[in-house]
Nanobody, 120 residues
Framework: QVQLVESGGGLVQAGGSLRLSCAASGRIFSINTMAWYRQAPGKQRELVALITNGDNTNYADSVKGRFAISRDNAKNTGYLQMNTPKPEDTAVYYC??????????????WGQGTQLTVSS
């Protein structure tokens, strides 16, 4: 099992900056991905950014150039640096860790979510 604890959400003004953190503990495979998803009221959960254990990254088009995902493998912690957030970024942000095992079998774990509200 893996436990994920997010922190860093809250209220931020548009154009400001904020960093989310996700601390992972438990049985973390050597091959894994960490990702941030978000869900706004009335909308489906969507992928914001993803990073592999080899530091390859992928971003949603809506956040490219504004958000940056990173990870510290020694601390088993992932980060989402959010620069120049917009009101439309307001959502609950969820951390995800995907363990990738034998024959590419995957195991997904989720954090409890942290609210981000961007004021205009």
């Amino acid at each position: 099992q893996v436990q994920l604890v997010e922190s860093g959400g809250g209220l931020v003004q548009a154009g400001g900056s904020l960093r989310l953190s996700c601390a992972a503990s438990g049985r973390i495979f050597s091959i894994n991905t960490m990702a941030w998803y978000r869900q706004a009221p009335g909308k489906q959960r969507e992928l914001v950014a993803l990073i592999t254990n080899g530091d390859n990254t992928n971003y949603a088009d809506s956040v490219k150039g504004r958000f940056a995902i990173s990870r510290d493998n020694a601390k088993n912690t992932g980060y989402l640096q959010m620069n120049t957030p917009k009101p439309e970024d307001t959502a609950v942000y969820y951390c995800n860790l995907k363990n990738i095992g034998i024959a590419t079998r995957t195991y997904d774990y989720w954090g409890q979510g942290t609210q981000l509200t961007v004021s205009s």
